[in-house]
T-cell receptor, first 113, second 107 residues
Framework: SQTIHQWPATLVQPVGSPLSLECTVEGTSNPNLYWYRQAAGRGLQLLFY??????ISSEVPQNLSASRPQDRQFILSSKKLLLSDSGFYLC????????????FGPGTRLTVL | KNEVEQSPQNLTAQEGEFITINCSYSVGISALHWLQQHPGGGIVSLFM???GKKKHGRLIATINIQEKHSSLHITASHPRDSAVYIC?????????FGAGTRLTVKP
């Protein structure tokens, strides 16, 4: 069976510090991978998606970046965090891009102070 | 106006009641997703629809492509159904989310 892991579960970081959130998927190959953010009091927002190793598409301009160094690994990064980066970050995967069930990870709650 | 609108924002029901949550969208879609977010934040995908109707247990999702409208129904609601229900419209590699409907089912 497939599982999706995210870490860390919670993170408190000062403004201006770097960020690295990791997502890994087990039990499937060549998944489509997604990063979402849910800011406090706001809806979900698609940040990045990836259809394969090294292939990243960005949905919104921001100071975040994503990388996919391995087939089942998806990393969300920032060189300098902003207060507005606080939120709940979710990774997800699907077999088909967009028109298929998405399976979500447990999420990382990021607080930038 | 948001591209994906949900109603109601909040819904309180008594256990056993029939629940309907509505989602209207103004964009073209390839698929419409219904998600359930539990109080701890975890999200579960309930349905992915491109036409017609799907049923899973006590949950039913319908979509009317012409009217750009989808509904999520819960029959015989239970307190464990309490969660935020989110619809999302997918098209052309983009996903747009509704603000969510917070459902509370009281015993």
């Amino acid at each position: 069976s497939q599982t999706i892991h995210q870490w860390p579960a919670t993170l408190v970081q000062p403004v201006g510090s770097p960020l690295s959130l990791e997502c890994t998927v087990e039990g499937t190959s060549n998944p489509n991978l997604y990063w979402y953010r849910q800011a406090a009091g706001r809806g979900l927002q698609l940040l990045f998606y990836s259809v394969g190793i090294g292939q990243i598409s960005s949905e919104v301009p921001q100071n975040l970046s994503a990388s996919r160094p391995q087939d089942r690994q998806f990393i969300l990064s920032s060189k300098k965090l902003l207060l507005s980066d606080s939120g709940f970050y979710l990774c997800a995967w699907s077999r088909i891009l967009g028109t298929d069930t998405q399976y979500f990870g447990p999420g990382t709650r990021l607080t930038v102070l | 106006k948001n591209e994906v609108e949900q109603s109601p924002q909040n819904l309180t029901a008594q256990e056993g009641e029939f629940i309907t949550i509505n989602c209207s969208y103004s964009v073209g879609i390839s698929a419409l997703h219904w998600l359930q977010q539990h109080p701890g934040g975890g999200i579960v995908s309930l349905f992915m629809l491109s036409s017609g109707k799907k049923k899973h247990g006590r949950l039913i999702a319908t979509i009317n492509i012409q009217e750009k409208h989808s509904s999520l129904h819960i029959t015989a609601s239970h307190p464990r159904d309490s969660a935020v229900y989110i619809c999302a419209a997918y098209n052309n590699n983009d996903m747009r989310f509704g603000a969510g409907t917070r459902l509370t089912v009281k015993p």
